[in-house]
Nanobody, 122 residues
Framework: QVQLVESGGGLVQAGGSLRLSCAPS????????MGWFRQAPGKEREFVAA???????TPYADSVKGRFTISRDNANTVYLQMNSLKPEDTAVYYC????????????????WGQGTQVTVSS
């Protein structure tokens, strides 16, 4: 397992943008698949986006396709650029790391960050 530290959450108006970051603590990420999940109050945690070890495969949830972009840099930080935000995007966003093939299943990830709150006002 690795320790993950998320940042970049906050309050934004509908139509605005935010960029979330997820950085490792003491370990390199380039052998891990990375994912972003979110959990709204009273709802189950749901998949948002993921990125393969080489960065070439990036599946997205249908609800965020065309609005969110996941990426990773050489410094082993993973980003989630969120544009055209909607009130229904309000949730705690979690970064996750795992071994194996890129996946939308939370069971494929064994390291999780503490979460960062994203609130979109209408």
């Amino acid at each position: 397992q690795v320790q993950l530290v998320e940042s970049g959450g906050g309050l934004v108006q509908a139509g605005g943008s935010l960029r979330l970051s997820c950085a490792p603590s003491g370990r390199t990420f380039n052998t891990y698949i990375m994912g972003w999940f979110r959990q709204a109050p009273g709802k189950e945690r749901e998949f948002v986006a993921a990125i393969s070890k080489g960065g070439y495969t990036t599946p997205y949830a249908d609800s965020v396709k065309g609005r969110f972009t996941i990426s990773r840099d050489n410094a082993n930080t993973v980003y989630l650029q969120m544009n055209s935000l909607k009130p229904e995007d309000t949730a705690v966003y979690y970064c996750a790391a795992g071994l194996g093939d890129v996946s939308s299943s939370p069971h494929s990830y064994d390291s999780w960050g503490q979460g960062t709150q994203v609130t979109v006002s209408s």
